[in-house]
Structure formats: C-alpha cells, structure tokens
C-alpha cells in the first residue's frame, strides 16, 4: 500500500513535500516538512539529527533495525522543582542512594502528605502516558515521542524524572520491538 509522507514537525501530520537540505547533503534519511514555517518551528530539535554520534560502532546487530542518533537533553525551565540528579555530571541520585543505605529493604510507611504527593504524581504520569498514547502512531521514532513527553511534563510543571537519572539522556524510556 501506498504511504503518503507527512510533515515530521510533532502534532502536524500534514502532507509534506519539502525535505530538509541539510540531511540531503549528509545523505541522511530523509526528513519532510508540510510548510518552510513547520520546517522553522521544529528546526530547535530536528537539527541534532545531524550531529553524528557513533554510539554502537561493532555492535552486532541480529535485526534490520538500527538506533538512531541519540539528541541532546531537553532543557527544564528554571521554575521546575529538580531532584537532586537533574544537575548532576554522574546523573546519581545521592539522595535516593543515602535512603536506601539507611533503610536497608524495609519498607517505610508514607505519611499522609507523602500519600497526598504520590497521588498527585500518579495523576500526572497518567495524563502524560494518556497524551502519549493518543499521538503515538505507526512510524513515529520514539524520538518524537520523548519529545511529546517531555512538552506534557514541563506543562503541568513537574520534572521528567528519567531525565539524566543516571546520564538517561531523555524524558522517557521507550524502545521498540523487532518481531
């Protein structure tokens, strides 16, 4: 069947029939725009595709299906709350690391507010996966979704906790299958 090529700028899903010139002339995969304006609106994010990192040179592959280039972090606006890895250079989270130590593997009862948190959490997490799962769709790089992801966290005013917990370079882990 015949799959007409839609702009890649996230939440268009116009028709496309412009292609960025700079991915031609490093003969990457080609990446369409509906419009010049689409093409200008996304160009923030879709120009880290053309920063070459060789992450997996000799890593054998069992599939036709290859990782693509991982892009720079997101930024957080400033008023965002951070846990304590956010601006960390090793990405470890000391405060969790020191709570584990001290409790060891009991399980420690939350108090009222704590629980009150949890849900407020809870609630985001699902609003955010509800969004993501709507505007997920066939050929969608998960790349485009992180980038959903992480616009639907920053609006509600939280951190996107993978975000460098551990070096994780994105707001959200997601991988596809190869069936």
Not at 118 to 123: F, K, P
Not at 128 to 134: E, M, S
Request: a neutral charge; one cysteine or more; aromatic letters at 8%.
């Amino acid at each position: 069947t015949y799959m007409s090529i839609v702009c890649e700028t996230p939440g268009c899903g116009k028709p496309a029939g412009l292609q960025c010139p700079t991915c031609n002339k490093l003969q990457l995969e080609p990446s369409s725009f509906c419009t010049q304006e689409c093409f200008k609106k996304f160009w923030g994010i879709h120009k880290q595709k053309h920063v070459i990192v060789d992450t997996f040179a000799g890593f054998s592959f069992t599939g036709p299906l290859r990782p693509a280039r991982v892009t720079p972090m997101r930024s957080v606006p400033a008023h965002i709350e951070r846990p304590d890895y956010a601006n960390s250079k090793s990405g470890v989270p000391s405060e969790e690391e020191k709570e584990r130590k001290a409790r060891g593997n009991a399980i420690t009862p939350l108090t009222p507010r704590e629980i009150e948190t949890l849900r407020e959490v809870a609630r985001i997490g699902r609003d955010v996966l509800d969004i993501a799962g709507a505007r997920a769709c066939v050929g969608m790089t998960t790349e485009e979704l992180d980038i959903i992801v992480h616009e639907a966290i920053i609006e509600r005013n939280a951190y996107p906790s993978p975000l460098n917990y551990y070096n994780f370079p994105k707001s959200c882990c997601t991988s596809i299958n190869e069936v």
